[in-house]
């Protein structure tokens, strides 16, 4: 059927048309289905015999005005108020001889369908690496911990010299010496790079976490060094503050009393509520009015829930909690999978979006200012799978905000991505594991449910033994690495090996089962 396009339904003879705007549908009966057309005095009668109460058939449907109205740039245009109206090179039928010519086409496709053949009999998943297939035996948390007290102990002697030669006004987040974020799996060697990065306080919450836990003054000494670096540049950083600050200047004014640490997390806490944007109810990731926004940043919330304890003060916690609520509504899928990032009208109603780096996309839109315009991703497969960094961060993050809130809301969304993550881990239970465990323990400890505490309490223990079995170094008889590496990392796609955030969070969670352990408590639910 083709015809002008009418304004209301009803009666054809009395509603309004749109004079040159056309509109098609189509309906397509498959061969074998027994379908028949019958024709009344006024309508076209399609009959569909029913198996086992189905029936199936293809419809389509055309309209000869689809994409006139998409404004597009004009070169050099500064405002959306210089683009123009598309008005050629528009990929659409325009004619009822082209609306028949496809339903011919569909038709045709219809009577010879595609044969799909798998070649591969033997099909299976990706097997983990060679080196984590044949583990030498089962250690203890106190044993891998140890493990890990070597490999930071080894890396603070050969990079004390350097952070200490770099002033700390030379060096920034791209900038100066000291720092490192990927290492090499076979040499446990980090990889020298320019400046902390977003990852450059991982270090300094291991040395805080060793000076914790062994008392050894040289762990605060290599602490505070590395920590003197940072201070004072937290209005410089985007809402990885949240991660700078959180895991380098709290932990040290809870250990040591230190003013100096204390006032920098909550100058970092300040800045990220000088980025919180009321209009979309979201911290932008890279900059203040920015137009996107990524899942990393509910880490980078813990920031803002201790600056509200601490300071006595309800705003940190207000904006903390409204981000929170809006990531649950805008990045986690119903299956509990994620979507790394959300790119919105902060406001200004922009039409160029930034997605990474210093490079700008056109993305004509008619959002409202609050509204979502587009996905995409900045490390995963595509904007539609869950990249499994993303994935953990959101479950970590969620569980800590159900943790500070009590929002049942925030606890259901903690309890969706477990529960994706469970079933999607592959058989060794590798994946962003270091992170995963710890949010999964987390959550073990909050949620009320007595089954799914132990579900979780389960896994973390599941994951956190694998990592430490298969990955932690030495993972086989003669290996060479030297001890507490955690291999195969990896930081984007391609890269595989050692990761300093990994590291942090693997010691973070051992120490928690190993305290649980020498305790003889298991953490109650909170």
């Not at 919105?344 to 780096?357: A, C, E, K, T």
């Not at 991703?377 to 943790?403: I, K, V």
């Not at 962003?432 to 089954?451: E, M, N, P, V």
């Amino acid at each position: 059927m083709w015809g002008e396009q009418a304004v209301e339904g009803g009666n054809k003879a009395v509603s309004p048309i749109l004079r040159g705007s056309n509109l098609g549908l189509a309906i397509v009966m498959a061969p074998g289905s027994g379908a028949a057309v019958n024709k009344d005095s006024k309508d076209y009668l399609f009959t569909f015999p029913l198996k086992n109460g189905i029936a199936s058939w293809y419809s389509l449907a055309a309209w000869d005005q689809e994409g006139t109205n998409d404004p597009i740039a004009v070169d050099g245009a500064g405002e959306p108020r210089y683009y123009v109206a598309r008005l050629a090179d528009i990929d659409h039928m325009t004619s009822q001889e082209q609306l028949l010519a496809y339903v011919k086409q569909v038709a045709g496709r219809l009577k010879t369908p595609v044969t799909v053949k798998v070649l591969s009999s033997a099909a299976e998943a990706q097997s983990a690496p060679p080196d984590s297939l044949h583990p030498i035996g089962s250690r203890t948390y106190k044993q891998a911990i140890d493990l890990l007290q070597k490999e930071i102990d080894r890396t603070a002697a050969k990079w004390e010299p350097v952070i200490a030669a770099a002033p700390p006004s030379g060096v920034g987040d791209s900038a100066g010496d000291g720092f490192f974020t990927d290492g090499d799996n076979q040499t446990g060697e980090w990889k020298p790079q320019k400046g902390f990065f977003w990852t450059g306080s991982f270090w300094m919450a291991e040395l805080w976490k060793m000076y914790s836990l062994t008392h050894d003054e040289k762990y605060r000494r290599w602490a505070e060094l590395w920590a003197s670096a940072l201070v004072g540049k937290e209005f410089e950083q985007n809402h990885d503050t949240g991660f700078l600050y959180f895991y380098s200047s709290v932990p040290g004014f809870q250990l040591t009393g230190d003013p100096k640490l204390r006032a920098s997390a909550l100058r970092g806490a300040d800045h990220l509520v000088q980025m919180f944007n009321p209009v979309t109810q979201l911290i932008p990731a890279w900059s203040a009015n920015g137009d996107d926004t990524i899942i990393d940043t509910m880490m980078n919330l813990q920031l803002l829930w201790w600056a509200s304890h601490e300071a006595g003060d309800s705003k940190y916690r207000d904006v903390a909690l409204k981000h929170a609520l809006r990531a649950a509504d805008w990045f986690i899928r119903n299956d509990g999978s994620v979507i790394q990032s959300v790119h919105y009208n902060p406001g200004d109603n922009r039409q160029q979006f930034q997605l990474s780096g210093n490079g700008s996309f056109v993305f004509p839109n008619d959002a409202k200012p609050g509204e979502r315009v587009f996905y995409h991703t900045h490390q995963g497969y595509s904007w539609e799978t869950s990249w499994s960094r993303g994935t953990a961060w959101a479950l970590y993050g969620f569980a800590t905000a159900y943790r500070e809130t009590r929002d049942p809301k925030l606890l259901h969304t903690a309890q969706t991505i477990a529960d994706y993550i469970i079933a999607e881990l592959p058989e060794d239970g590798v994946s962003a594991a270091a992170i995963a465990s710890g949010g999964l323990l987390q959550l073990a400890a909050l949620t009320r449910d007595t089954h799914k505490a132990q579900a979780y309490r389960s896994q973390a223990e599941r994951i956190t033994h694998s990592l430490i079995d298969r990955y932690l170094t030495p993972t086989y008889k003669g290996d060479a690495t030297p001890p507490g590496v955690l291999r195969h990392g990896s930081g984007t796609h391609p890269a595989d090996g050692m990761l300093i955030y990994g590291q942090y969070y693997l010691l973070e969670t051992l120490i928690q089962l190993d305290s649980a352990i020498s305790t003889g408590n298991r953490p109650a639910a909170q």
